[in-house]
């Protein structure tokens, strides 16, 4: 059982659900005709700005970027 939730921890569907379930949340906040929720709103941008973060950290993570190329490049100029 706990390796089904280290591999599910890294999954990209998380980051996606957190990102769409921080969205509805930040509008669920903001309200209609200026009765605003911030607690909602806080915890939509939270959940956001967490999925945004693990969404791109997952992605840097399986595209590594070539530098190796670049520099060579730069040395013999």
């Known amino acids: 059982m706990r390796k089904r939730n280290m591999r599910f921890k ?3 569907l998380l980051y996606f659900l957190l990102i769409i379930l921080g969205a509805v949340l930040a ?6 005709g200026g ?4 607690y909602i709103l806080i915890a939509g941008f939270v959940l956001l700005m967490y999925g945004l973060y ?3 950290a ?3 993570k399986d ?7 670049e520099n060579r490049e730069e040395e013999e100029e």
């Open 10 to 12: 890294n999954h990209p």
């Open 27 to 32: 509008f669920i906040g903001q309200g209609k």
């Open 35 to 38: 009765e605003d929720r911030p």
């Open 54 to 56: 693990g969404a791109t």
């Open 58 to 60: 997952k992605w840097i």
């Open 63 to 69: 595209n590594p970027r070539d530098n190796s190329n």
